[in-house]
């Protein structure tokens, strides 16, 4: 079954960088276009990234633009996202989920905390 | 503020029905049929409940449906059990540059 495991969160302080990773198993990886989506805490779902299946394209929220990289390893079934310049208000739960078709996100990972704080 | 308005909190008891609306604009809910609905218990990830406005994945009961009229979805979960109480959340593609949007969520409480 579709398995999607995140890792790569942490505390750190606001100017700082972090890598988040997700490993994805259980359906063809380069097939699928993946998702970043985020959740404050107590907050509701905010869409943070998608990265098509090959890589080719990248769409961001504004609210990451300039600051956020997705991107991705195909041989490695590999989801990334870079983040430079976080800010406090980048303190959320990072999901990663995958786009099945155009239009639908279904299956999610379970979550990494990210704790911007100075 | 999210994109997509839903009520803060809805509740029902046992084998009530209940509904969750979703109200949008002309850029995403009233424009697309892309409309998704996500159950979230505390601690755990999105599980996917509709999909296309009135679509279920298999394995979702068929308690739970979803519609839409202009600018607002719906989902109503009829039987209302105790395991459905959950934050419940909408979804959909948008023509903005944000391209995916989500309302607040609502949170379900079965009495």
């Known amino acids: 079954q579709v398995q999607l495991v995140e890792s790569g969160g942490g505390a750190v302080q606001p100017g700082t960088s972090l890598r988040l990773s997700c490993a994805a198993s259980g359906f063809t990886f380069s097939g699928n276009g993946m998702h970043w989506v985020r959740q404050a805490p107590g907050k509701g779902l905010e869409w943070v990234a998608l990265i098509w299946y090959d890589g080719s394209k990248k769409y961001y929220a504004d609210s990451v633009k300039g600051r956020f990289t997705i991107s991705r390893d195909n041989s490695r079934n590999t989801l990334f996202l870079q983040m430079n310049s976080l800010r406090v208000d980048d303190t959320a739960v990072y999901y990663c989920a995958r786009l099945y078709g155009v239009y639908l996100i279904d299956y999610w990972g379970q979550g990494t905390l990210v704790t911007v704080s100075s | 503020q999210s994109a997509l308005t839903q009520p803060a909190s809805v509740s029902g008891s046992p084998g009530q029905s209940i509904t969750i609306s979703c109200t949008g604009t002309?850029?995403?809910?009233?424009?697309?049929?892309?409309v998704s609905w996500y159950q979230q218990h505390p601690g755990k990830a999105p599980k996917l409940m509709i999909y296309?406005?009135?679509n279920r994945p298999s394995g979702v009961p068929d308690r739970f449906s979803g519609s839409k009229s202009g600018n607002t979805a719906s989902l109503t979960i009829s039987g209302l059990q105790a395991e459905d109480e959950a934050d419940y959340y909408c979804?959909?593609?948008?023509?903005?540059?944000?391209?995916?949007?989500f309302g607040g969520g609502t949170k379900l409480t079965v009495l």
């Open positions: 296309e406005v009135s």
């Open positions: 002309s850029s995403d809910v009233d424009d697309y049929n892309y």
């Open positions: 979804n959909s593609y948008t023509s903005s540059s944000t391209l995916w949007v």
